[in-house]
Nanobody, 129 residues
Framework: QVQLVETGGGLVQAGGSLRLSCAASGRTFSSGTMGWFRQAPGQEREFVASTRWDITRTYYAYYADSVRGRFTISRDNAKNTVYLQMNSLKPEDTAVYYC???????????????????WGQGTQVTVSS
């Protein structure tokens, strides 16, 4: 059984930082795509960032425009874990953050939640003004 477990959420003041972690078990995603989405109350789940390796082991990272330059996604394949370092947080970053994973090396529509087969339970991030 595949499980994705997110940790690291919490309450932080605007301008602060948080680091989210997502540890996968039950299946390795070292050749797959791992990413983060978020969902604020009353809104649809939206893409935040994702990462993949291609067949030449070139590393790719993709970001939503709203977080580019403030958030950094990284992964440790040995630990089957993906991270999201969030800096310069804003109140509009408040949401439940979800880890997502898929065994596919390349997902053309990587911003679409439906493209990912595995999801974590989510972790709350609240940024106060």
């Amino acid at each position: 059984q595949v499980q994705l477990v997110e940790t690291g959420g919490g309450l932080v003041q605007a301008g602060g930082s948080l680091r989210l972690s997502c540890a996968a078990s039950g299946r390795t995603f070292s050749s797959g795509t791992m990413g983060w989405f978020r969902q604020a109350p009353g809104q649809e789940r939206e893409f935040v960032a994702s990462t993949r390796w291609d067949i030449t082991r070139t590393y790719y990272a993709y970001y939503a425009d709203s977080v580019r330059g403030r958030f950094t996604i990284s992964r440790d394949n040995a630990k089957n874990t993906v991270y999201l370092q969030m800096n310069s947080l804003k109140p509009e970053d408040t949401a439940v953050y979800y880890c997502a994973a898929d065994t596919l090396t390349f997902i053309s529509h990587y911003k679409e939640p439906a493209e990912y087969d595995y999801w974590g339970q989510g972790t709350q991030v609240t940024v106060s003004s």
